[in-house]
Each structure stands twice: as structure tokens, then as C-alpha cells.
């Protein structure tokens, strides 16, 4: 068994694999990596502000995001 994703017991996911990413509100407060994410070869955590327009964009890895509504 590989590694999980504590917060919906999901398999994670390796972090800056995808570009664009799409998130609910239920993934708030959006961050990169997302908790999902594999941390040992990422870039440190930032949070996103996407609430008011509905785009994010990784300063880091250039991931973008789109809040679903």
C-alpha cells in the first residue's frame, strides 16, 4: 500500500505532476502542494487566495487552479 492522503483516505498524489488542477470549496484554504500531494520532492507550502476570483497560480511550480462551484 503506498502513501495515503489522511483528510479522504485517497491515495496522494505526486506534487507538481499536473499543471492545472480544479478544487472545490470543500479544499479550502487552498494551498501548493495540496495536502493530497507527496512532499518530499516539492516546493514549500503557499497558500492561494482563489476565493474572490476563482484562479490560482503557483508562484513556485506555475500549477494553476480553478475553484469549482
Not at 10 to 39: F, G, I, K, W, Y
Request: aromatic share 6%; hydrophobic share 30%.
Amino acid at each position: 500500500m503506498g502513501i495515503r492522503d489522511t483528510r479522504q483516505n485517497q491515495p496522494a498524489v505526486q506534487a507538481n505532476r499536473e499543471n492545472h488542477h480544479q478544487v472545490t470549496r470543500d479544499d479550502l484554504p487552498l494551498s501548493c502542494p495540496m495536502p493530497n500531494m507527496t512532499l518530499w520532492n516539492s516546493h514549500p507550502r503557499v497558500y492561494l487566495p482563489i476565493e474572490k476570483t476563482g484562479h490560482a497560480k503557483c508562484p513556485y511550480c506555475g500549477a494553476e487552479f480553478e475553484l469549482k462551484s
